[in-house]
C-alpha cells in the first residue's frame, strides 16, 4: 500500500464525465485502494472510457519514471494521468482483465472484452514489459501470473 506522502498520490480522485460511455463510480478496491466500477451494465466491445493526462516527452517521462500514472502512448509520448486524468488512471490491473487498451490516433481508450455486470469492478492488463521492475500482483485472479510484467 502507498502512503499519501508518496509523490503523485491522486488525494481528490474522480471520474470525469467527458471521457466516459457509461456510468462509472470509485469505491474501495480489493485490489489496491481506489477502483473504478460500473454503475450499469456494459455491453461486449464497447468504449467505456478514455485515459487522459498531461502529454510529455521522452525525457520529460524518465525524470518522472517514479510517477505511478504513466502510460505510453507511442515511443515518443507518454501520458501522466496523476495531471489531468479522466479516472482510468485509478483503474487497476488484473491477469484476467474485463478491458483492453487499444491506442487510435493518439488517443488510450478502454473497450469493454465482455459484458460487465453493474457494481463489477473494472479492470485492465497492465502488461508491464519484463525489462521493467517486476511488481508483484495481487489482482486474485484463477489465473494470475504472480506479477504485472509479462515475457
Not at 480522485?13 to 473504478?36: C, E, K, M, N, T
Not at 507518454?78 to 485509478?90: F, H, N, R
Not at 487497476?92 to 459484458?115: A, V
Request: hydrophobic share 30%; charged share 30%; with cysteine.
Amino acid at each position: 500500500m502507498h502512503s499519501e506522502n508518496e509523490p503523485n498520490f491522486i488525494r481528490n480522485p474522480a471520474i470525469d464525465p467527458r471521457y466516459v460511455r457509461f456510468r462509472l463510480r470509485l469505491g474501495q478496491s480489493r485490489i489496491h485502494r481506489w477502483g473504478v466500477y460500473a454503475d450499469q451494465r456494459i455491453p461486449r466491445g464497447r468504449k467505456v472510457i478514455e485515459y487522459t493526462g498531461e502529454k510529455i516527452n521522452r525525457r520529460e517521462a524518465k525524470r518522472r519514471e517514479d510517477t505511478h500514472y504513466l502510460f505510453e502512448v507511442d515511443p515518443y509520448w507518454t501520458l501522466d494521468g496523476s495531471v489531468g486524468g479522466s479516472g482510468a488512471e485509478l483503474i487497476n490491473h488484473s491477469c484476467d482483465p474485463n478491458l483492453e487498451t487499444r491506442i487510435l490516433k493518439g488517443h488510450i481508450l478502454y473497450f469493454s472484452l465482455r459484458p460487465i455486470r453493474k457494481g463489477e469492478e473494472l479492470t485492465v492488463d497492465y502488461n508491464f514489459g519484463w525489462h521493467f521492475e517486476h511488481v508483484k500482483c495481487d489482482c486474485g485472479a484463477k489465473i494470475c501470473r504472480g506479477l504485472i510484467n509479462v515475457k
